[in-house]
């Protein structure tokens, strides 16, 4: 069974600049979440779909960030435009329920010049 | 607020040498409780949930034991393969109960 995939693995912009990651979820995995880890903090959350429905996005930093779920499938995260501040290692999970365990992706580590 | 706290930051073993890391969560009620083992430049790998206190949980050297107030990863024997980071996360049954509000981790390096 093929893992949590996500692209690219690693992105350099300038400030100022789109990027978009994307998501590939473990087929079958209704719920897919969004989180990051910003230079020497913990893990956070961003946001969870369930399908192709926001079910949290309380963890969202502000409106330059957008996710979206087309088609329940793969998920893509975009950030426009990115400031210094969005510079981590930005990473996918999906899950085949709630309350159960979350499977994670490499992670796409964005710099931001 | 929820929140979760590893410790310690860092430890350095010898191989063979039994341990144990200390996660101390505080939530408006567990709806689990989660160990992950990270890899450099790689994502954080499941090993355990963990639901209720007095819940324990075995994979080869690790053993994963519940509280209320605290978890603990026992290593019995380590082998070099098992420096990582390890990684605690809790689901709290209180608002966005889904998402894992995570610890920073504890480093473990295992020396031959």
């Known amino acids: 069974e093929a893992g949590v995939t996500q692209f690219p693995s690693h992105s350099v912009i300038e400030k100022g600049q789109t990027v978009t990651l994307r998501c590939d979820p473990i087929?079958?995995?209704?719920?897919l979440y969004w989180y990051r880890r910003v230079m020497g903090k913990e893990i956070k959350f961003l946001l969870h779909?369930?399908?192709?429905?926001?079910?949290?996005e309380s963890g969202m930093p502000n409106n330059r960030f957008l996710a979206e779920r087309t088609g329940g499938t793969y998920s893509t995260l975009k950030v426009q435009p990115a400031e210094l501040e969005d510079s981590g290692v930005y990473f996918c999970?999906?899950?085949?329920?709630?309350?159960?365990?979350?499977?994670f992706g490499p992670g796409t580590r964005l710099t931001v010049l | 607020e929820d929140q979760v706290t590893q410790s310690p930051e860092a430890l350095r073993l010898q191989e063979g040498e039994s341990s144990s890391l200390n996660c101390s969560y505080t939530?408006?009620?567990?709806?689990?409780l989660f160990w992950y083992r990270q890899d450099p430049g790689k994502g954080p790998e499941f090993l355990f949930t963990?639901?209720?206190a007095g819940e324990e949980k075995e994979k080869e050297r690790l053993k994963a034991t519940l509280t209320k107030k605290e978890s603990f990863l026992h290593i019995t024997a380590p082998k070099p393969e098992d420096s990582a980071t390890y990684l605690c996360a809790v689901q709290s049954a209180s608002g966005g109960y889904n998402k894992l509000i995570f610890g920073a981790g504890t480093r473990l390096a295992v020396h031959p």
């Open positions: 963990l639901y209720s």
């Open positions: 087929s079958g995995h209704d719920n």
């Open positions: 999970a999906s899950s085949l329920g709630v309350a159960i365990e979350q499977f």
């Open positions: 779909f369930v399908k192709e429905s926001k079910q949290d």
């Open positions: 939530v408006s009620g567990l709806r689990g």
